[in-house]
């Protein structure tokens, strides 16, 4: 029997990565998308252009059907998939969590973006070593668990490791950058304060153009300091659907989402399940489990809110939301439609 293979490990703050040996692949099936209904490309039509639904990721052998015309394997997917992704008439973008763990070069984006439409954006996470102030221990973090991290909210790292690639490689594809700052404790970001300050300063110090885009997972942060602080230098607070933060409602308004220059929504997890529980529940993902109708109501308002103020909205699902990814899209596409016909009816009431 042939040894295992060994996964590739990285290099925390270059992203240099050393790969595991090679092994002989079995010639498999390209990976196509799968045939949608008539009805799912009308609902792909009927959507207002400028909203952006997607999943946080596009490698998961349980939505062959949804998404691929046929079951593949992740390896094969992370691959192969991500073409046949953006064929589905609702997916408009997706999430690219992987540069979170560590940057990715330019062309590796170059390489997502020849995959896709023009019209399809990707929503990217920065590398977390720059928006943790003390790295966990955690056994990944190596020598640097539990030290002080001195690429927080470093302008020259992110410019160099994460926005140059990011801009270079997706090029008119990229969608937001997200710096999302991890539960983390207020103590080592020397107060809610200093954390706004050195986030205006950080913000001020990146090239302009790209659309930023910021989700803190502490409430306390949620200031008018922070919204300030946003405002002043263009960047979008992000509506996090997270059990440990406040109504999207609330989020919103406190941090005056929709005066942004985009709309960030990431849906992750219902109220009541952690990540764990949530995938040994859901997976394999390929059906809604727990509906969650409200939320979904709310994120449908969010997007025609956005829609009426000609701001382009992100609204990037996880499968641990309720179950499946791709068909929460598309049950939030179908709202969406239908705020949009109620809205067109009331119109054309209001001038007859």
């Given at each position: 029997?042939?040894?295992p293979?060994?996964?590739?490990?990285?290099?925390?703050?270059?992203?240099?990565?050393?790969?595991?040996?090679?092994?002989?692949?079995?010639?498999?099936?390209?990976?196509?998308?799968?045939e949608?209904?008539?009805?799912?490309?009308?609902?792909?039509e009927?959507?207002?252009?400028?909203?952006?639904?997607?999943?946080?990721?596009w490698?998961?052998?349980?939505?062959?059907?949804?998404?691929?015309?046929?079951?593949?394997?992740?390896?094969?997917?992370?691959?192969?998939?991500?073409?046949?992704?953006?064929?589905?008439?609702?997916?408009?973008?997706?999430g690219?969590?992987?540069?979170?763990?560590?940057?990715?070069?330019?062309?590796?984006?170059?390489?997502?973006?020849?995959?896709?439409?023009?019209?399809?954006r990707?929503l990217?996470?920065?590398h977390?070593?720059?928006?943790?102030?003390?790295?966990?221990?955690?056994?990944?973090?190596?020598?640097?668990?539990?030290?002080?991290n001195d690429?927080f909210l470093?302008?020259?790292?992110?410019?160099?490791h994460?926005?140059?690639?990011?801009?270079?490689?997706?090029?008119?594809?990229a969608?937001?950058?997200v710096?999302?700052f991890?539960?983390?404790?207020p103590?080592?970001?020397?107060?809610?304060g200093?954390?706004?300050?050195?986030?205006?300063?950080?913000?001020?110090?990146?090239?302009?153009?790209?659309?930023?885009?910021v989700?803190?997972?502490?409430?306390?942060?949620l200031?008018?300091g922070?919204?300030?602080?946003?405002?002043?230098?263009g960047?979008?607070p992000?509506l996090?659907?997270?059990?440990?933060?406040?109504?999207?409602?609330?989020?919103?308004?406190?941090?005056?989402?929709?005066?942004?220059?985009?709309?960030?929504?990431?849906?992750?997890?219902?109220?009541?399940?952690?990540y764990?529980?949530?995938?040994?529940?859901?997976?394999?993902?390929?059906?809604?489990?727990?509906?969650?109708a409200?939320?979904?109501?709310?994120?449908?308002?969010?997007?025609?809110?956005?829609?009426?103020?000609?701001?382009?909205?992100?609204?990037?699902i996880?499968?641990?939301a309720?179950g499946?990814?791709?068909?929460?899209?598309?049950?939030?596409?179908?709202?969406?439609?239908?705020?949009?016909?109620?809205?067109s009816?009331?119109?054309?009431?209001?001038?007859?």
């Amino acid at each position: 029997m042939s040894a295992p293979r060994r996964p590739a490990q990285f290099d925390l703050f270059t992203g240099a990565v050393e790969e595991p040996p090679a092994t002989s692949r079995r010639r498999t099936q390209p990976v196509g998308p799968a045939e949608p209904s008539d009805g799912l490309r009308v609902l792909g039509e009927q959507l207002p252009q400028g909203v952006y639904l997607g999943t946080s990721s596009w490698t998961f052998p349980g939505w062959t059907g949804l998404v691929y015309d046929h079951e593949a394997s992740t390896t094969q997917l992370a691959r192969e998939g991500l073409a046949a992704y953006a064929h589905h008439p609702v997916l408009r973008t997706v999430g690219i969590d992987r540069t979170f763990y560590a940057p990715v070069p330019a062309s590796t984006f170059a390489e997502y973006a020849q995959q896709v439409p023009d019209g399809f954006r990707f929503l990217v996470k920065a590398h977390e070593a720059c928006t943790l102030a003390r790295f966990p221990v955690h056994e990944r973090y190596g020598a640097h668990r539990g030290q002080v991290n001195d690429r927080f909210l470093q302008a020259a790292y992110a410019v160099d490791h994460v926005v140059a690639p990011f801009l270079e490689g997706l090029g008119t594809k990229a969608g937001p950058l997200v710096f999302q700052f991890p539960p983390q404790d207020p103590a080592a970001l020397s107060g809610a304060g200093r954390f706004v300050e050195r986030l205006h300063a950080f913000f001020s110090a990146l090239p302009k153009g790209p659309l930023y885009a910021v989700e803190v997972r502490n409430e306390e942060l949620l200031t008018e300091g922070f919204a300030q602080a946003l405002a002043d230098t263009g960047v979008s607070p992000v509506l996090a659907v997270w059990a440990h933060m406040p109504p999207v409602a609330r989020q919103a308004k406190l941090t005056r989402a929709f005066e942004a220059r985009s709309v960030v929504v990431r849906w992750m997890l219902p109220p009541n399940l952690g990540y764990e529980e949530a995938y040994a529940r859901y997976a394999p993902f390929n059906r809604l489990v727990d509906e969650d109708a409200g939320t979904r109501d709310v994120l449908a308002r969010v997007c025609m809110a956005a829609v009426r103020r000609e701001r382009p909205v992100f609204v990037t699902i996880n499968n641990k939301a309720e179950g499946s990814a791709p068909l929460s899209a598309v049950r939030l596409a179908e709202r969406v439609v239908s705020y949009k016909e109620e809205g067109s009816q009331r119109g054309v009431a209001h001038a007859t």
